[in-house]
């Protein structure tokens, strides 16, 4: 349930409002829309990736997958089993730093797999949850497979301190943090530039239609 508040929740009360909206629904994937993933990587902890398709400035949030623990191998597969390869991959700037065992940074480790990689660019992160709040309004949601990077999203909040009984102006670090950077990254770093826009995703938008009837037909 979103009904429930979390007190100190950076996007708990737009994430009720985007439920309440029907932004939370059953999607299907369309050929005419642009395509990104935006990770959080791990390497001691959780690796995060967000699948979403744009058009006009609208996002829609197809998919969501994390793990612990594994070689970048196997999110390519993840990748490749999704059909997800050719999209634009979108990494935090840390992506470039060379790792002291291998002497090879993992942007090139994967774009030598053939990804095509887009560095979000560096910034603050109250910068990165301002973009996320922004963009939250124009999101939709795959229902059944965002399920639980809703749910982090929701739980992602300010640290309490206890001695002053006050809230941070700082996120707390813990299982939903992985989740909530990659999606940060993804309000970074995604092209929205597209000219053509929609107000309801509710009908499909279709690649080859008839131009004069586009308005009467999605808008």
Not at 124 to 140: P, Q, S
Not at 160 to 165: A, V
Not at 180 to 209: H, Q
């Amino acid at each position: 349930s979103f009904d429930s508040p979390i007190v100190g929740s950076y996007y708990g009360e737009m994430i009720k409002d985007i439920t309440l909206k029907n932004h939370i629904r059953e999607l299907t994937t369309e050929s005419a829309t642009q395509k990104f993933t935006a990770w959080d990587l791990g390497i001691s902890d959780s690796t995060a990736i967000w699948v979403c398709e744009a058009i006009g400035g609208e996002i829609r949030v197809m998919d969501y997958y994390e793990n612990h623990g594994q070689p970048l191998d196997h999110y390519i597969a993840y990748l490749d089993e999704n059909g997800y390869r050719d999209y634009v991959h979108i990494l935090p700037h840390d992506v470039q730093v060379r790792e002291l065992q291998t002497g090879k940074s993992r942007y090139e480790f994967l774009t030598e797999a053939g990804l095509n990689i887009e560095v979000c660019p560096k910034h603050g992160v109250e910068d990165g949850i301002i973009a996320v709040r922004k963009m939250l309004a124009n999101t939709w949601f795959n229902k059944d497979t965002t399920k639980f990077g809703l749910e982090c999203l929701r739980n992602y909040r300010r640290v309490f301190n206890e001695k002053l009984n006050v809230y941070q102006e700082k996120p707390l670090h813990d299982w939903s943090s992985h989740c909530a950077d990659a999606f940060r990254y993804l309000a970074m770093g995604i092209d929205t530039s597209g000219t053509m826009t929609r107000s309801n995703w509710s009908k499909p938008y279709e690649s080859t239609f008839d131009g004069s009837n586009y308005k009467d037909q999605y808008l």
